[in-house]
C-alpha cells in the first residue's frame, strides 16, 4: 500500500503580513519540483485569510489549515474559533493535541479528542499529534502515553472516525530542541502505531498517514521519510525558512 506523504509546516506563533508573503511565494515557486507529496501550511489564525487569498492568487497546490480550535461548534466562548469558521476560511486541515496545546494550555486527552470530533464533523481533516515527554521515554513508558493519547479518539470516533485524520508523532523532547528522534527511534513508535491500529482494522491502519515531527530538518528529513511507516513530517522551525522547508518537501517525495 502507498501512502501519499504529506509535509506539513506548522509556522506556530510567526510572521507578518509580508513575511508570510515572501515564505509562501518561496515556497510555491519552488514547488514545481515536488510532485508527489502533499504540502500543507497552517498560519496563526490572523492570518488565514491572507495566506487563503495568496494560494488563491498563486494557483498554488498547497494546502492550508489552522493550528488549533475551539471543541464547541459556535457560541459565547471569547477568543475562541470553530471548525466552521476554518472551513469558511478555505482550510482543509486543523492541528489537534499539538504538544505545546497540551502543556502550556493544558489540553488534556479528552479535550483533544472532544476538538478532534469537532474538526471531523465539520469536513476538516484533523491533524492528530501524539508524544511522549523524556521523562516519559527514560522511564519506559512512551507507547503507554502514545497509546492512551490515541485511545481517547478512539473511545469516541471508533476506528473509522480516527481514520479520518492523520496522525502525527511527536516527541516532546525532539520538538525545538534541535535533538531530532532518530530514525530508528521514530520508526519503532510509528509502527507500534500502526500495529495497535491494525489490531482494530488491517487495512485502515495500512492507509493511515502517520507523520513524524520534532527538529526535522533539511539534513535529516531524507533519513527518516525513508522509514516504512514514516508518511512525512510535521515541521516547526524549519518550515519558516523557505529553501529549507523545500528541500524537505523534496525528500518526502
Ligand atoms: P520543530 O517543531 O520542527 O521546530 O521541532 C515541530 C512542531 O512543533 O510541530
Redesign the pocket.
Known sequence: MVRQAIVAG?W?MHGTRAENQQLLQTINDGLAAVTASQVLVFPTYVYIQQVAELITEMNSPIGLGGQNLSEHAKGAYTGEISAAMLKDLECSHVLVG???RRSLYHESNQLVASKFIAASEAGLTPVF?VGESLAERESGRTMDIVFRQIDAVLDIAGMTGLCKGII?Y?PVW????GVTASPQQAQDVHHEIRSHLAELDEQLANEMQILY?????ATNATELFAMEDIDGG??????LKADDFLKICIAAG
Open positions: 506548522n506556530k499539538h504538544s505545546e499529534c502525527a511527536e525532539a520538538i525545538g530542541t515531527g520534532g527538529s526535522v530538518n510535521l515541521i516547526g522551525g524549519a518550515a
